[in-house]
């Protein structure tokens, strides 16, 4: 039982190029979420899966999209990446059952956009 | 005003010190609230749940007060082990999970 793996751990970037951050979990929850985290800011949501087959914009959204390919894995692309795109993600799932609500993190992806 | 507020600290407390961190939020329709806990360059994990009449966890005690929109979380007899960022987390509506920037707690012998 891996919990959420993410791939890669670190990526450096120029601006423009495209990349694609890969996300699973083996836990068989339904909910997935990308997250960014930059310094003083926390962790702020890009976005995130309620279910296979949907997906919903956080706070965060522009420059990035996302695939829900299956109930396992849940991909964020950078078309074009920026500067201001350099930061570390993170995904998660989350398991909601009666009075448990929890979300599992994966260890993170280390972004730099030059 | 951030949804979500908490002091940056950081807190420089002895070993054995009791600490106590609050954060506030805005939105009076905020369901559920969590503590977090994220070590340097590592992913945040659940520390616990805040419900409504409070709750404790071994040296860990989270408190809610709706009226004024703050939960606590409180650490007694504190360990060197218990230096970490503690972030502060709000389910407004159903999915979406609103995390506090930290507060910081180192804790020196």
């Known amino acids: 039982n891996a919990g959420v793996t993410q791939t890669p751990k670190f990526q450096v970037l120029k601006t423009g190029q495209s990349m694609t951050l890969q996300c699973a979990q083996d836990m068989n929850h339904n909910s997935m979420y990308w997250y960014r985290q930059d310094p003083g800011m926390g962790l702020r949501l890009i976005y995130y899966s309620a279910s296979e087959g949907t997906t919903d914009k956080g706070e965060v959204p522009n420059g990035y999209n996302v695939s829900r390919l299956n109930k396992r894995e849940f991909s964020l692309r950078l078309e074009s990446a920026a500067p201001s795109q350099t930061s570390v993600y993170f995904c998660?799932?989350?398991?909601?059952?009666?009075?448990?609500?929890?979300?599992?993190f994966g260890p993170g992806t280390r972004l730099t956009v030059l | 005003r951030k949804e979500v507020e908490q002091d940056p600290g950081p807190f420089n407390v002895p070993e054995g010190a009791t600490v106590a961190f609050n954060c506030t939020y805005s939105n009076s329709a905020s369901q559920s609230f969590f503590w977090y806990r994220q070590d340097c360059r590592k992913e945040p994990k659940l520390l616990m749940s805040?419900?409504?009449s409070g709750n404790e966890d071994g040296r860990f005690t989270a408190q809610l007060n709706r009226a004024s929109q703050y939960i606590s979380l409180l650490i007694r007899d504190s360990k060197l082990s218990d230096s970490a960022t503690y972030l502060c987390v709000v389910n407004l509506l159903g999915n979406k999970l609103v995390f506090g920037a930290g507060t910081i707690l180192r804790v020196k012998s």
């Open positions: 805040v419900y409504s």
């Open positions: 998660a799932s989350r398991r909601t059952s009666g009075a448990t609500d929890t979300q599992y």
